[in-house]
């Protein structure tokens, strides 16, 4: 049975409607707080970060007060990218963190992600636990006045944050030299991206930096890839990084303005891995991994498997065969070694540690030969249509055609009121002719 609140990744939703409201928030905080409540006795802590949508200034208030009214205790830290709280959550030893975010949305949705102490996404099943908590008809979560949760602010959250990562890299590690152009879209990133790249010695050209509640991913991020292909090329930079509206994607370009997506970097990082005796286990991709991807990991002899898309399924694969890589082609990568979910800028310095010694981009970051692949949004009213059984009939009569030269995947956003419909082939005329006949029995 699906879920009635979280999707894919986290609940997501459009501002002041459903699930998005003030009223819900307050009752999100106050049944995540009873849920961790129940499995201690003793006093509860959460953090919470945001991206920077206008909305969040009235969402994270509501999901405050749900908190403290449950009993625990709230430390907020404002715009942080969402493996900076999964991170500090582990670091602080706090029960929970919550990330207020839409990720790649625009400004008028909003939502949450949540996480456990360990700093890993919460499971299909304690989120069913949670949502039960949130319909319950009693008062019973609201807690003794007197034992009511405190709430401070705290700043030093992107601080922290840049600490970890530049630990995670030897002393004597600098960029100097090396141009980059930097999208940070509006959002989460737009304080410890430039900072971090700038101390470490790069030139860096910023854009995506000055938010204003209504800007987040709007023609800029790693949604809108051209914005920096056109700045690297314009500015002759080494290489261009992009991330989404909470910094858990990255996209890149190199320096002729190729752009570079999530498959092609976990080709670089795998092999680079592989070599270094760093690679454990192998790559876990999800559904929508090129095929190309896959080919290029088997001439490596490097194991490779497919979850159900969202970086979340990702971990969870990952945690199952031990492996400590994976990601998805939208640029959600998880290392391992290092993070417990997606991190573009962890990433990011992760290939610009190869640059560093004179390699360029275009070198690094070609790995393998894509097959053709076209991915089409179909923006539908109740994305269970693709339940009935013309769309059904469609999809048969695609697969028929396909007949063994390719591959397609149809799927619900879990994120957006949208069909997603991916072709994978060869001829590109016979994906186009597949996808026409899918979007004709959806519309």
């Known amino acids: ?110 939502g949450l992600k949540l996480f456990g102490p360990d700093g890993m996404k919460l499971s299909d099943k304690i989120e069913k636990q949670i949502e039960k908590l949130i319909d319950a008809k009693n008062t019973k979560q609201l807690t003794d006045p007197k034992l009511m949760g405190r709430v401070k602010r705290l700043e030093y959250g992107n601080d922290k944050y840049i600490k970890i990562l530049r630990e995670n890299f030897p002393k004597n590690f600098k960029l100097n030299g090396i141009k980059i152009v930097l999208d940070c879209a509006n959002g989460a990133s737009y304080k410890a991206a430039p ?153 990011a310095l992760e290939v610009l540690f190869s640059l560093r010694k004179g390699k360029k981009a275009s070198q690094l970051l070609n790995v393998f030969r894509p097959l053709p692949q076209i991915l089409e949004n179909v923006v539908v009213k109740d994305k269970n249509v693709i339940n009935k059984s013309r769309c059904k009939k469609a999809v048969k009569k695609a697969n028929k055609l396909m007949n063994n030269n390719g591959r397609l995947l149809i799927r619900k956003s879990g994120t957006e009121p949208k069909i997603r419909i991916m072709g994978e082939s060869h001829d590109k005329s016979l994906i186009l002719k597949c996808i026409k006949i899918i979007k004709r029995s959806i519309k």
């Open 1 to 110: 049975m699906a879920n009635k609140y979280f999707g894919t990744d986290g609940i997501r939703g459009t501002v002041n409607q459903k699930n998005i409201t003030g009223e819900k928030f307050f009752k999100f905080g106050l049944a995540t707080a009873t849920y961790f409540k129940n499995q201690k006795k003793t006093k509860q802590v959460a953090i919470i970060a945001k991206d920077t949508r206008l909305s969040g200034y009235t969402l994270e208030p509501a999901i405050v007060s749900g908190l403290a009214s449950g009993g625990m205790h709230v430390y907020t830290l404002g715009p942080l990218p969402t493996n900076g709280l999964a991170m500090l959550t582990k670091l602080m030893k706090a029960n929970m963190g919550i990330m207020i975010t839409a990720s790649h949305n625009t400004y008028y949705d909003n």
């Open 195 to 347: 900072k971090l790249l700038k101390d470490l010695g790069a030139k860096v050209l910023s854009i995506g930096v000055k938010p204003n509640g209504f800007n987040i991913n709007y023609k800029c991020g790693s949604t809108y890839p051209s914005r920096i292909q056109s700045f690297v090329k314009k500015y002759k930079a080494h290489v261009g990084i992009s991330f989404d509206g909470d910094a858990d994607r990255i996209i890149m370009c190199d320096e002729k303005g190729k752009i570079i997506d999530g498959d092609q970097i976990i080709a670089m990082l795998a092999s680079r891995w592989k070599s270094k005796k760093i690679l454990k286990g192998g790559v876990i991709g999800t559904l929508m991994s090129n095929y190309g991807l896959e080919n290029f990991l088997k001439s490596e002899k490097i194991r490779f498997f497919r979850s159900k898309v969202g970086d979340r399924y990702v971990k969870e694969k990952m945690k199952k065969f031990d492996f400590n890589l994976g990601g998805e082609q939208s640029g959600h990568i998880i290392l391992g070694k290092f993070a417990t979910t997606g991190d573009g800028l962890m990433v």
